[in-house]
């Protein structure tokens, strides 16, 4: 952890990666493999297939350029001083720079693939705008009408990640114009989805606006339900206080949008009765809520219901033992609709999360990556005795 905080706060070339050939392939053969799909877009089309060929549905792939700011930048500071001045000079050039990589990103893409993408990774005029809630500028509106263009040709789904919160209001507002203008192009298809944070307070409550929006505007709400990725450098009092409540929190929240009704945890606005169209990423390593979505989507296949599109997504190199069992109920799934006893079977799609870029690009990623991974000796035991069951398995049917 202090290793790679030191590596993504320092300037000095020695200690960057891209430019230290001992460095890189320290880190790319250790942090980088085992997190990361690749420098090239070679070596990233090889991990993709990879994935699927072991029976993941597709892939979200992102690619790594991010901004993370420090306490000076949350409270707006960057508008000042010659940082400001620097970023308006290449404002253009800082865009282009993030567009290519996000195109070349929506190409190494499959159909019905996601693509992740950081409005922070477009420079720091952007990152400015965002911090003071202001109309995105020229050269991302002609960025984003390119990309979102190539995704529509390509049948690719566009994941506009979470922030930190100094810039997540102005995130929520240009994500939901996007949504205005691709999500109802196509009846009940969303191409742009949002990043809701469940260990978030106010979550509820946005997301219900949102939903009021998508309503009442007619189309499809696009939702990434995550728990959460900034509880290091977010204020602490928009957290819930106990990791129950976010678990909590979680649960109802994805019950609700599955159910595409309205209950204690997601309240509608005043006088709203409708509920829209919901596009869903169940974006979780929690195997109990994994399950509690999985259960919920065959006992509404039994029961006949409507049910909205939905997908399960996973970090590479994270929470293998709930992907692993997320592609088993797939193929057990198979198994029974071909056998013809009925078409009422969950077959679940496995989605992986991995990003793409160069060792020094994908450092602040690896950083998260590292403080979320903590807590992986205490998931351990559950890994290793799903994987376990999993090898089993699999080898009572090659015995067969």
């Not at 959460?228 to 609700?256: M, V």
Request: with cysteine; charged share 30%; net charge positive.
């Amino acid at each position: 952890m202090r290793i790679l905080t030191a590596l993504v706060h320092s300037s000095s070339p020695f200690l960057n990666p891209d430019r230290n050939p001992l460095l890189h392939w320290a880190l790319k053969k250790t942090f980088y493999a085992q997190y990361c799909a690749g420098e090239s877009p070679q070596e990233v089309r090889r991990t993709v297939e990879e994935l699927k060929r072991v029976g993941y549905k597709g892939v979200i792939l992102g690619f790594a350029r991010e901004v993370v700011m420090d306490e000076g930048e949350t409270k707006g500071k960057i508008g000042e001083g010659e940082r400001v001045k620097s970023a308006v000079g290449d404002e253009w050039e800082e865009v282009r720079a993030w567009k290519d990589g996000t195109l070349e990103t929506v190409r190494l893409a499959g159909e019905e693939d996601c693509v992740a993408l950081k409005f922070t990774g477009a420079g720091s005029q952007v990152l400015h705008r965002l911090l003071h809630q202001m109309q995105p500028n020229k050269a991302l509106q002609e960025a984003m009408a390119e990309i979102c263009r190539l995704a529509q040709e390509r049948k690719t789904r566009l994941l506009f990640d979470a922030e930190q919160t100094a810039v997540q209001q102005g995130i929520d507002a240009w994500t939901l114009e996007f949504q205005r203008r691709y999500n109802g192009l196509v009846s009940g298809r969303a191409m742009i989805y949002g990043t809701y944070q469940a260990y978030k307070r106010d979550t509820p409550t946005i997301l219900a606006e949102h939903l009021a929006i998508a309503a009442k505007e007619g189309f499809t709400l696009g939702v990434k339900l995550v728990r959460g990725a900034y509880l290091g450098s977010d204020p602490r009092h928009l957290f819930w206080s106990r990791k129950e409540e976010t678990d909590k929190a979680y649960n109802e929240l994805a019950n609700s949008l599955i159910r595409r009704e309205y209950a204690d945890m997601l309240r509608p606005k005043q006088g709203e009765k409708k509920f829209p169209d919901v596009n869903l990423v169940i974006a979780s390593h929690n195997l109990e809520s994994v399950n509690m979505a999985m259960e919920l989507r065959a006992q509404q296949l039994q029961r006949g219901e409507k049910c909205i599109h939905m997908v399960y997504g996973q970090l590479m190199g994270m929470a293998d033992h709930v992907s692993c069992k997320l592609i088993q109920a797939g193929d057990i799934g198979k198994e029974v609709v071909q056998s013809g006893k009925t078409e009422k079977t969950e077959i679940p799609r496995a989605y992986k999360y991995i990003v793409w870029g160069t060792v020094g690009e994908c450092l602040k990623y690896l950083l998260r990556r590292a403080e979320e991974n903590r807590d992986a000796v205490t998931r351990t035991r559950d890994g290793r005795d799903a994987l376990g069951a999993e090898l089993k398995r699999r080898v009572l049917l090659l015995s067969r």
